[in-house]
């Protein structure tokens, strides 16, 4: 949740100030809101602004005589949630046959620290997403035992105090594969000393790579 300190000094007068109004509006609105209740010292607070939005206040001091004219400023742009973070590379990695996906993408911008990034993946032709538990608080991350021969999709997005970026997702190529099978075995006989052998041969399969 935003809030928007506002202060001003005090105003001259020749009785005592009994309080001020506050009314706000987003720029590009026409009406006001006030703040509530009337604060009796200089300051008060906007709760719960709109991200990435400007605001006019106005302040006018009120005492047993009347209201006094009204002051006027303007806000600077109120934070926003982080950019999408960009360029996702998704490589492959395999250890002990087991074949992982290893995740990078870009920095965002953001005008508040990132906290940490979230990150889902699925299966292609599954509906459901995982989420990798821990949120990793770096760019990068690691899919453990995916599934071979499969593509998958994974997003990611960052988080800041102020709140959560836009997904951004890209497509694994697909995951290695185990070898196809061998084809065209044939068989030979030889003899050897009264000994029958069979020679066995046969076509390389297709290698995806080396498990």
Known sequence: MINLQVAWNQPTSDRTIQHYEVQYRK????????VTPNPTTKQATIRNVDK????NVRVRAVSDVGSGQWGSATSQMTHRVPSQVGNIQITQTISNGMINLQVTWNQPTSDRTIQHYEIQYRKQGVSSRTSVIPNPTTRQTTISNVAKGSVYNVQVRA????GYGRWRSANS?????VPSQVSNIQFTQTVSNGMINLQVTWNQPTIHTTL
């Open 159 to 162: 988080v800041s105090d102020v």
């Open 173 to 177: 190529q697909m995951t290695y594969r």
């Open 52 to 55: 990435g939005s400007v605001y």
């Open 27 to 34: 720029q590009s609105v026409s009406s006001w809101t006030s």
